[in-house]
């Protein structure tokens, strides 16, 4: 249906007649649905042209109209006026197919951000003043100091290889943007690497700063990431920014499965080979180097198999990827 | 094909100088030094001048106006007779009836599309793939947006029917605004949305 088939040129003063009239919604969505007279369309049409903020009316209603038909909001007459306008605009049919999946995309992504809503006990501390952040960790690393300087004071020279205990399990996420070193192999490799001293979360009291032989080595950025406990399903999303010039997510998978042999984590399409599990206090960590690139933005399933069974599936986290 | 040729013509006779497009640009400024945003506005408010018709090309139709009207401004001097917008306006109008008879058009679809004709384009009978690359690519466009603006975008379609009207109502409160700053917000999102998913869609073809 067009109604002008002969050229209409609104003398100026029906544009500046509708520009000092109060415009209504409806007379917009008319407009949007073929349903004014020419006189007065053409006169929308040529504000529309001059008024950026009269333009922005008519494109948000425009984009509304689109919704309300994917929903099926609209009342039988407009739905189908709307429709014959659809079915004549390339464009318009593309906004239908956006607005189709937005409102797909929508609710998942809305369950991620909920997910990073602050907890209660977060809201709760996070008004405690930074001062008092301050004076408890005084207080804890006077405390730790004493500690060890009693402990060991008889053996002075073992003090300098005291490392501090690393978190246990029941630790949640911990993501930290750190200079390591890569293995030798190279960034294909796919085995289980050590732990980082400054990987948290790990129960891992053997682990030792690294002295790399410079020549073999090079400095490379990743992220770790460690995942406790089990989470299935998308209920507990946790995200991870991975910014420019990281290579590597560390997954530290702790599971607290009684197998204690060898494991395969999936992220992606990505699979690891066969990993060996480090078992302590009853957990198990599997850790693997997943490359960056192979993580697309956007929601990510880790699943954790046994690797001897090949099927089973051990443990399952999702995590949301951001750039 | 015809509009290329419609171009060619013109272009044969008359191509824009680096100074009668600055004069232009002064002209649609009309006093205002905007450094060449009005003209962008202008452009992009012709584009959706030319989508609301139907045009298969409206980029290429909103580019046809103005360098109509470039041209016009080059040739007499000056244009005093409409302002800037009204005459852009009433060169676009003939631009768009000369592409209306021009049988470019899908076969005067605008005289015969109904509802049944729409559906055929429709996402429920596209094929998996398509909604798979629509769906990836949405994917990537919302995490280029900045955390407030993709907050917003998810807000704003959270929720079905009555729900999300309720929804959006509580997310304009939030944010002091008025559900119609709300949508124009919105709006200016889910342009930039769109244009992102039309070139991550072309990329990947």
């Keep these: 249906m067009i109604r002008a088939n002969r050229l209409v040129i609104a003398d100026g003063n029906d544009a500046v007649r509708m520009e000092n ?20 369309a053409d006169a929308l049409d040529e504000r529309s042209i001059a ?22 909001r609209l009342d039988a007459s407009d739905a189908k006026a709307f429709g014959q306008v659809l079915a004549r605009s390339p464009s318009l049919a593309e906004k239908v197919k956006i607005s189709k999946a937005m409102m797909t995309a929508a609710p998942r992504a809305a369950v991620v951000e909920r997910s990073s809503e602050a907890t209660f006990f977060q809201k709760i501390f996070g008004s405690i003043p ?33 490392e501090l205990p690393i978190n246990g399990y029941g630790s949640d996420v911990s993501i930290s943007p750190t200079p390591v070193v890569t293995p030798t192999e190279g960034p294909s490799t796919r085995e289980s690497v050590s732990p980082t001293v400054n990987a948290p979360g790990l129960a891992n009291s053997n682990a030792k700063k690294p002295t790399p032989e410079p020549a073999r080595t090079a400095l490379r950025s990743f992220v770790a990431l460690t995942l406790s406990p089990p ?17 590597y997510l560390e997954l530290n998978v702790q599971t607290e499965s009684e197998t204690t042999g060898r494991f395969v984590i999936e992220a992606a399409d990505w699979r690891s080979s066969p990993v060996r599990g480090r078992g302590q206090k009853g957990v198990t960590v599997v850790s693997v180097r997943v490359p960056a ?24 986290h999702v995590i949301l990827i951001e750039r | 094909m015809g509009k290329s ?18 004069r232009f640009l002064a002209w649609i400024d009309n006093g205002a030094e905007s450094e060449g945003q009005e003209y962008l506005a202008l452009r992009a408010r012709l584009v959706a001048y030319f989508e609301r018709k139907g045009c298969d090309v409206p980029d290429d139709l909103a580019d046809e106006t103005l360098e109509r009207v470039n041209r016009r401004l080059d040739e007499e001097g000056s244009i005093d007779t409409d302002t800037p917008a009204r005459f852009c306006y009433i060169t676009a109008k003939f631009v768009f009836f000369e592409d209306l008879r021009s049988g470019r058009r899908k076969e005067s679809s605008a005289e015969t599309a109904d509802l049944e004709n729409f559906k055929a384009g429709d996402p429920q009978n596209e094929d998996d793939e398509r909604k798979e690359l629509l769906s990836r690519c949405l994917d990537r466009c919302l995490s280029i947006l900045s955390v407030e603006e993709r907050d917003l975008i998810v807000a704003y379609y959270f929720g079905e029917r009555r729900a999300k009207i309720d929804h959006r109502r509580e997310v304009a409160a939030k944010l002091s605004l008025t559900s119609n700053a709300l949508a124009i917000r919105a709006c200016r999102i889910r342009t930039r949305l769109e244009t992102c998913i039309r070139q991550c869609c072309e990329s990947v073809k």
Excluded: M, P
């Design chain 1, 51 to 72: 008024d950026q903020g009269f333009a922005d009316r008519i494109a948000a209603e425009q984009y509304d109209l689109v919704d309300e038909w994917v929903d099926g």
């Design chain 1, 21 to 40: 009239e109060e415009i209504t919604q409806k007379t917009i969505r008319s407009f949007l649905i073929g349903d004014l007279d020419e006189v007065a």
């Design chain 1, 293 to 316: 690139e192979r993580l697309k933005n956007g929601l990510v399933t880790i699943l954790l198999r046994d690797a001897a069974s090949g099927s089973e599936i051990v443990d399952e």
């Design chain 2, 5 to 22: 040729v419609v171009t060619a013509a013109v272009s044969a006779k008359w191509k824009a100088s680096e100074a009668s497009f600055t």
């Design chain 1, 130 to 162: 930074k001062l008092a952040y301050g004076l408890a960790g005084v207080l804890l690393l006077s405390a730790v100091a004493a500690t060890v300087f009693f402990v060991r004071k008889d053996k002075v020279n073992e003090i300098s290889r005291v």
């Design chain 1, 231 to 247: 989470t299935r399903g998308a209920g507990d999303v946790r995200s991870v920014k991975i910014d420019q010039g990281v290579e």
